[in-house]
């Protein structure tokens, strides 16, 4: 996981597809990414509630 976070908090992009992003750990991922600078896009049939 400290793998995974490092690479979070230094990317310019995080891509979010066919998940909810609702079951953790992956659920803090497209934040922790958007809250260290990152573009994020989710791509899914529907809207996630993650904002």
Do not use: R, W
């Not at 793998?3 to 609702?22: K, R, W």
């Amino acid at each position: 996981m400290k793998v995974i976070e490092q690479h979070l908090i230094s990317c310019d992009l995080f891509v979010a597809i066919g998940t909810s992003i609702a079951v953790y750990p992956a659920a803090g991922f497209m934040q922790l990414a958007d809250a260290s600078g990152a573009d994020t896009l989710e791509l899914n049939l529907a809207p996630s509630d993650v904002q």
